[in-house]
Structure formats: structure tokens, C-alpha cells
């Protein structure tokens, strides 16, 4: 009888302990979390977009994961150009100064290099040198 009590204490502790882990999770503020400008937000709208556009494709071999990585992409890109943005000429030009380095150091093709950081690009608010996005004129 003791020992009932004792077990049935426990399982009250974990799932109070489990909760609290579970509450403090949902309110930290990680440092993406925190974006808050309008370029920002539409580029989280729209990842959320192309990441479900994406996600009922199978990614056991590796050519279907650039594929679904191709997928994502086209689809980000699509849903920035609908909602008024489009890639930047500034960027584009700094990209292939900084792709042909990437390239060479990398020892991978300029075309491979320039697809990595355009792919990281698409999805930054801000950056340090010119953005991916701009607003259509």
C-alpha cells in the first residue's frame, strides 16, 4: 500500500515537472522569434508556405533532397513575388564576387556556390551587405 502511494506521488511529480519544461519551452524567445520588421515577417509567411508545399515529398535518397529543397525554394520565391518583392541586383552582383571565392576555396562549381547562398539569403530579413529581397518598384 505504501509503495502505491509512493509510486502514484512520483507520477504526479514527473508530469508537474513535464508541464513546467513544456510551459517554459513555449515562452522563450529564441533570437528568430524576435524579428519584427515587415520583410522579415513576410519572409516567415512564406517559408511556412513553401516548407508545407514541400513536406509530403519523400527525402530517403539524396537527389530527393534537392529536390525538395528545389521545391521549397521555387515556392518561397513565388510567394515573395506575389506579395510585391523580388531578388535584389545588388545582392545578385555581390553573390557572384563572393560565389566565385566560395567556389574556388570550396573546390565545388560557381553555379553549386551561388545556389547556397542564394538558398540562405532568400530566407534573411536583414543583412550585413545588400538584401535578397527588395520591394518591386
Given at each position: 500500500m505504501k509503495t502505491l502511494k509512493v509510486a502514484g506521488m512520483l507520477a504526479v511529480m514527473v508530469v508537474i515537472g513535464a508541464g513546467v519544461l513544456y510551459w517554459q519551452n513555449l515562452h522563450e524567445d529564441g533570437p528568430e522569434a524576435v524579428r519584427s520588421s515587415a520583410l522579415a515577417q513576410m519572409i516567415n509567411q512564406c517559408d511556412l508556405i513553401a516548407t508545407k508545399a514541400a513536406a509530403a515529398l519523400p527525402e530517403s535518397l539524396p537527389f530527393q533532397k534537392q529536390e525538395k529543397f528545389a521545391r521549397q525554394s521555387r515556392v518561397l520565391d513565388r510567394c515573395m513575388q506575389d506579395r510585391g518583392y523580388q531578388q535584389n541586383p545588388?545582392?545578385?552582383?555581390?553573390?557572384?564576387?563572393?560565389?566565385?571565392?566560395?567556389a574556388h576555396t570550396q573546390a565545388i562549381s560557381q553555379d553549386e556556390a551561388y545556389e547556397?547562398?542564394?538558398?540562405q539569403a532568400m530566407?534573411?530579413?536583414?543583412?550585413?551587405?545588400a538584401n535578397y529581397w527588395r520591394k518591386r518598384p
Amino acid at each position: 500500500m505504501k509503495t502505491l502511494k509512493v509510486a502514484g506521488m512520483l507520477a504526479v511529480m514527473v508530469v508537474i515537472g513535464a508541464g513546467v519544461l513544456y510551459w517554459q519551452n513555449l515562452h522563450e524567445d529564441g533570437p528568430e522569434a524576435v524579428r519584427s520588421s515587415a520583410l522579415a515577417q513576410m519572409i516567415n509567411q512564406c517559408d511556412l508556405i513553401a516548407t508545407k508545399a514541400a513536406a509530403a515529398l519523400p527525402e530517403s535518397l539524396p537527389f530527393q533532397k534537392q529536390e525538395k529543397f528545389a521545391r521549397q525554394s521555387r515556392v518561397l520565391d513565388r510567394c515573395m513575388q506575389d506579395r510585391g518583392y523580388q531578388q535584389n541586383p545588388a545582392w545578385v552582383a555581390q553573390a557572384t564576387a563572393r560565389a566565385s571565392e566560395m567556389a574556388h576555396t570550396q573546390a565545388i562549381s560557381q553555379d553549386e556556390a551561388y545556389e547556397t547562398l542564394r538558398r540562405q539569403a532568400m530566407l534573411k530579413g536583414e543583412a550585413t551587405g545588400a538584401n535578397y529581397w527588395r520591394k518591386r518598384p
